[in-house]
């Protein structure tokens, strides 16, 4: 079982900053890499930032050089820096987790949180 958890969320002004964090519970053997996704209302899910075990990092166009994603491995930990929130991040953002568990063999599978809301707007 393994479960992870976001938090952070909330509502801000156009320019504006918000933390989210992540955290993956259960039973871990590792973390291949975490990131964050997002949701608006009437749109797919898109790719946020993704960061592996690594250390390398991901950002969608949309993003890149207002949001920095960074992990703390002993804490199974991920997180988002959001910087100059614009309207247009306004979603629901979705943690997710590729996690390698040990169950009689290994099984690496894509684990999601619940989700955080974030509201951009005047």
């Not at 949701?39 to 930032?49: D, N, T």
């Not at 250390?55 to 988002?80: C, E, H, P, Q, W």
């Not at 306004?90 to 599978?109: N, P, S």
Request: aromatic residues 10%; contains cysteine; positive net charge.
């Amino acid at each position: 079982q393994v479960q992870l958890e976001e938090s952070g969320g909330g509502s801000v002004q156009p320019g504006g900053s918000l933390r989210l964090s992540c955290t993956a519970t259960g039973s871990i053997f590792s973390i291949n890499s975490m990131g964050w996704y997002r949701q608006a209302p009437g749109k797919e899910r898109e790719l946020v930032a993704m960061a592996t075990t690594g250390g390398g990092t991901n950002y969608a166009d949309s993003v890149k050089g207002r949001f920095i994603i960074s992990r703390d491995n002993a804490k199974n930990t991920v997180y988002l820096q959001m910087n100059s929130l614009k309207s247009e991040d306004t979603a629901v953002y979705y943690c997710k987790g590729t996690v390698t568990t040990l169950l009689v063999r290994f099984f690496t599978h894509d684990y999601w949180g619940q989700g955080t809301q974030v509201t951009v707007s005047s």
